[in-house]
């Protein structure tokens, strides 16, 4: 399973995979849009994603999806 992750990290909005920071200085929008495009590519290539999206106001969502478990 790959993770992704969107969250404000030192006034900037941040894209994480697994953990590690693959862009930053995004506004929320593009760096949401980034996440599900590449959780989108991941899915394509049949792993499972489990995303992650931070609100304005520290609220956390959690998605799970594609892939398969073999």
Do not use: C, H, I, N
């Not at 006034?11 to 760096?31: H, I, K, M, Y």
């Not at 996440?35 to 995303?51: C, I, P, T």
């Amino acid at each position: 399973m790959v993770q992704y992750a969107v969250a404000l990290k030192d006034g900037d909005w941040t894209v994480f995979r697994d953990g590690v920071p693959v862009a930053g200085q995004l506004s929320r929008s593009a760096a949401v849009q980034m996440a599900k495009d590449l959780a989108f590519e991941a899915e394509e290539r049949g792993e499972s994603v489990e995303l992650l999206l931070q609100g304005y106001y520290g609220e956390l969502s959690r998605r799970v999806t594609g892939g398969s478990e073999d």
